[in-house]
């Protein structure tokens, strides 16, 4: 008779966890479909936040904006000397007039 | 012996079944009798009673004489009809029988659905169950070295109408509200709903933005629906368009057409894969059931060599000196010589990879155009004579303004007085009359292995298509013409193409070792592990003392320049090694009157980093190649000098004495 009994909990048991198991895997399936399409959801406006930044980055977009702050590009290059805090360009004898052409 | 019911005494060969079947009719066959026998008795008192003599005793069986040997047997007019034993059993097997047929029909159409259409059925139900999901692979995009994206795969999203699902009341109102986020006018979309393509389906919008695909979903309008696709972006606008190339749309797929695009088009793709899952009613896949991936092939991104800001300044240096000069086109390639990669590679015109205008306008001119270099071409019949015509730096000549050689002549390109100059003059100066006889000193076989050499009239390496090897008439072929070898000298007789005159230099720069060009540094997977790209193959071409003796000459250039009063080749702290170039192109109708200028510059030049080749076609203000190109290379070498951070040398150029006693 406890044998019996054993068997049939044994097999009741195993029932109970398998139905424990599917019911488990099906709510996570939901949870997965979930957060999938909050994932494509994100994706999307990751991309469009991408191309923006990557349009504000572009060096047409950089000039621009540095010349409306009033940047020019420099004609003769200038250097400083860390070492002795001095700035110092070496012109040559005849400096590119900058009348000619400007970006 | 009588028998009970249930006796059982089986009569030979009669094959009947004993029992009570035979009891019944046996008991009832007495009882019969009997029956038949009082009744007989009663039969014989009624005829008695009629006057009949004999009286005949009551009650008690009458027993009438028998005859003897005949059975005792009923009167006719009381035998009933007995049942036969063998009817009532027949109907019962046939009805037996009939329901083993019905059965066994069962069987068979059950051995038929389960055991030989099993398969087929099957099928069937999985039709229903199964669902093939895609899993698309997004294509990879192409950045710079410095990070910028040049081109980028987005999603889009096309907006259709089903106007049998409007009602025609409401067609004006939906209109009206996706007028805004399609930037349509609402007549527009309301023509396009009245006068549908097909009655249940009309394009109202190809490409629709994400955000737009969102906000016109969430409008929630009837008969509105959205079919999400990619399609390919290129933030930078036409930053380095003849470099990417640009993307068509073939069957649903995207394509690249020209440039890396092209060249890279199976990595960048990959390939879809799909997923088989078993999907309920609602589309919800349902977890340990038959899952079969056919997985994709990820996309790779490619990272190339070009520097952003270098690319964007070059290019607006050419677009910029084309217009001033009204020239045909320009290009400048930007190369570490080091490495042999390409940091810019600009052109002018060029072209927007997300609308191009038309097949022509996507060329690639710098590995496209073929030109003659001129005078830049003279570093290589140098090289050739200071390695195999004995000659060295300092080997004096007479260069008169004009000469005549084997009954062909030549002159330079500005009138002067007969003058004495060592090679290292002869190029400084950039005399042609001085390069012809250098050239008398190697055989044209030496020359033409020398040109072939440094890549004169083979592709590049490079990859993109598109390339033109140029063209190289070798000695003894029917385009060798018998002043082939002075006109190569100076740069006449041949085509090139920019790329190659860049690699010449980089070559010179590199001390004789020749890098194969290369745009591409590596390839990033979607996970972000990066693959570098494998190393370009190297070639000595020339000695390292020659590439050091031509970078001595090549030095002296810019201060010649300056003192004619272009001053191009002097950047404040660096040392410059360059050369200017100013070919004729043969123009319509055979006349010398198109030219091509060219500026190629080296710096630092003590330790070479970066080359710049610019080239100007067919300027029609101004043509020597010093005044047309030199403000440009000026320009773009600063600029890149700057964005690279190399320190400055110093600027002091060797001395090395041009002139001879």
Known sequence: MPFVLLILGLLGGGLVCLLVINTTLATASFAISNLQQGNASLAQQEQVLQQQITQEESPASIEQRAYRLGLREQQVLSFLDVQTHRTYAQPSSAVPGAAGYAP | MRGGPGASRPRAGAGRVPGPRRAAPRRAAPGRAAHGEAAQGRAAQLRAGQGRPGPRPAGGPAQRPIAPGRRRQAPAALRRPILRRGRAGRRLNLTLLCLILVLALFAARLIQLQGLDAARYRTLADEDKVATVPLPTVRGSITTSDGT?????????????????????????????????????????????????????????????????????????????????????????????????????????????GGLEQEFNAELAGRDGSEEVEKDAGGQPIPGTQDNVRPPIPAVSIRTTIQSDIQYEAEQECKLRVKQTHARNCSIIVMDPRTGQILAMAQWPTFSPASPTSLQATQNIAIGDVFAPGSTLKPVTVAAALEQGHQTAMSPYTIPYQIDLNGYSFHDAEEHATARYTIAGIVAYSSNVGMVQVAQHISPQVQNQYLRAFGLGSDSGLGLPGETPGLLPAPGS?????????????????????????????????????????????????????????????????????????MKILQQVPAVDAAQGEPWGLISGYTVAAKTGTAQVPGSGNCLCQYGSSYIGIAPANNPQLVVAVNIQDPKDGYYGDVVAGPVFYNVMKFALQTMKIPPDGGHAPYIRLTAP
Do not use: C
């Not at chain 2, 230099?505 to 590199?510: E, G, V």
């Not at chain 2, 972000?528 to 000595?540: E, T």
């Open chain 2, 149 to 257: 994206v040049l081109a980028m795969t987005v999603q889009t999203d096309l907006v259709f109408g089903d106007p049998a699902e409007i009602p025609r009341g409401q067609q004006p109102a939906a209109a009206a509200k996706l007028a805004g986020p399609l930037r349509l006018a609402p007549g527009v979309i309301l023509s396009l709903l009245q006068h549908p393509s097909s009655p249940e389906y009309v394009v109202l919008s190809k490409v629709v933005s994400a955000s737009t695909a969102a906000a016109i979903a969430s409008l929630k309008l009837p008969g509105i629906g959205l079919i999400p696709s990619y399609a390919r972006s290129y933030p930078n606008g036409d930053l380095a368009a003849s470099v990417l190339g640009f993307t068509d749309v073939r069957g649903g797929d995207l394509v690249g057409e």
């Open chain 2, 478 to 550: 029917a385009d060798y013409w018998g002043d082939e070898r002075y006109e190569l000298s100076f740069g006449q007789g041949v085509g090139v193409t920019a790329l190659q005159m860049a690699s010449i230099y980089s070559t010179i720069a590199n001390g004789g070792v020749r890098v194969q060009p290369s745009l591409v540094a590596g390839a990033a997977t979607a996970a972000g592990v990066f693959r570098p790209a494998p190393v370009p193959p190297r070639r000595r071409v020339i000695q390292a003392r020659t590439a050091a003796t031509l």
